[in-house]
């Protein structure tokens, strides 16, 4: 089976890191100046180990190996959260790299064929995973046109323009071409590190239903206003929210999530009975029927409030992404590299959070591996792994990949 070069593993996440350094992290949101740089860079590395690279219409780097034997698709992001960390997304796309240098050096895996990719904007900064949807024809020229970035409302269009990636055509899918698709992340969670585990074999990654509610009520003095009478936003607002948490416990699966990560109220001063409210609700689970479960209480307790009052509820969903569930065949590859090399310290786990393989993977077969994220911290500049726990999932990484392409 064919050896990694830790060193230089290493070596491609530190330096690749340096674009956008921000304290112990990275901030390189997609299509800014250190993104676009980080992606020629990348398309340089890729070259010098022998793939064909090219930067895409919306920026997705994607490396095609020229040889003929079974082939397989590597890939991740490069963007990252606004102050985020150094290793989330873009260890798997290094990971990519160094799998086909790898398996480019062992005369038993010289002829396999590793495709490697930096899809774009999986944290979702113009849209939603917008590179692996283009890439499987989920993304239309009028969704691009349409996109806007989510904090500035700059046309994306524009920045592609800016990036020099205006003319650039869009890469795509190619029927066949592939056995199927990997990819690996740091975990993001603490359940392996608590667990004493150093390898997490991804059995399905999440399916996440996101709801926004708008509470309308009256704006009016908060000293002369009575009680009894005042059709306070903010206070249906929390009323519903405080439902919510109290019924969903009850509906819940083992790995289910739910959050209210955004909440306002307006006009948001402290002398007057808010007339408008809004908080945005997700919830995640790998079942299907427990998120339909918690859309039917949710929408349950959104019609007992609109008949009761006093204020009423708007509620539209914003975003529904289905679970997807890992291929078994795969996860068997992995699961027998991950026994050859760290033997009683792998478990088989959901993914909490979303990746480009549960896109990519309603075309071909795909499967992930997870390493642990030190303290369970991600999304943070202070997000870090072990260099070991680094090195091994690689290790583990590559094997399975020559046993998926040697047919093993």
Not at 165 to 173: E, G, T
Request: charge should be negative; proline fraction near 5%; include cysteine.
């Amino acid at each position: 089976m064919p050896k990694i070069n830790g060193e230089l593993l290493l070596a491609d996440l530190r330096r690749i890191a340096d674009f956008g350094r921000y304290q112990t992290g990275v901030h390189r949101p997609h299509l800014s100046p250190q993104d676009v740089e980080s992606r020629h860079w990348l398309a340089g590395r890729m070259k010098e180990a022998g793939l064909e690279p090219v930067i895409d219409g919306v920026g997705t780097v994607l490396g095609k190996s020229a040889k003929s034997g079974p082939r397989i698709l590597i890939g991740s992001h490069s963007d990252t959260q606004p102050r985020g960390g150094w290793l989330d997304g873009v260890m798997g796309v290094i990971y990519g790299l160094e799998v086909a240098r790898a398996l480019g050096e062992d005369p038993e895996t010289a002829h396999l064929a590793v495709d490697v990719a930096s899809w774009a904007d999986e944290e979702g900064h113009w849209g939603q995973m917008t590179g692996s949807r283009s890439f499987v024809g989920m993304l239309s020229d009028a969704d691009i046109d349409k996109a806007r970035h989510r904090d500035e409302g700059t046309p994306m269009r524009d920045a592609l323009k800016a990036a020099g990636l205006d003319k650039a055509p869009r890469v795509h899918f190619e029927e066949g071409r592939y056995r199927g698709y990997l990819e690996a992340h740091i975990e993001q969670g603490g359940l392996l590190e608590a667990g004493d585990k150093r390898i997490g074999i991804v059995t399905a990654i999440v399916g996440i239903y996101q709801f926004r509610l708008t509470f309308s009520g009256i704006q009016n003095h908060a000293g002369t206003t009575p009680m009894p009478i005042r059709k306070d936003a903010g206070a249906a607002m929390m009323k519903l929210y405080n439902e919510v948490m109290e019924t969903f416990p009850g509906l819940a699966g083992p790995r289910s999530v739910w959050t209210v990560g955004k909440m306002s109220i307006e006009p948001g001063a402290p002398a007057i009975i808010p007339g408008k409210a809004e908080m945005v609700l997700q919830f995640r689970d790998a079942d299907v029927a427990v998120l339909d479960r918690f859309q039917a209480a949710l929408l349950e307790i959104v019609a007992r409030h609109n008949k009761n009052g006093p204020c009423e509820v708007e509620c539209l969903n914003l975003s529904r992404t289905m679970p997807t569930v890992m291929d078994g065949r795969f996860l068997d590859a992995i699961e027998e590299s991950a026994v050859a090399h760290a033997d009683g310290e792998h478990v088989r786990m959901p993914s909490g959070a979303g990746h480009d393989a549960q896109v990519i993977g309603l075309k071909m077969p795909a499967a992930m591996i997870f390493v642990p994220s030190i303290g369970g911290i991600s999304h943070h500049f202070t997000e870090n792994t072990e260099d070991a726990d680094i090195v091994l999932g690689c290790q583990v990484f590559a094997d399975a990949a020559a046993k998926i392409l040697k047919g093993n």
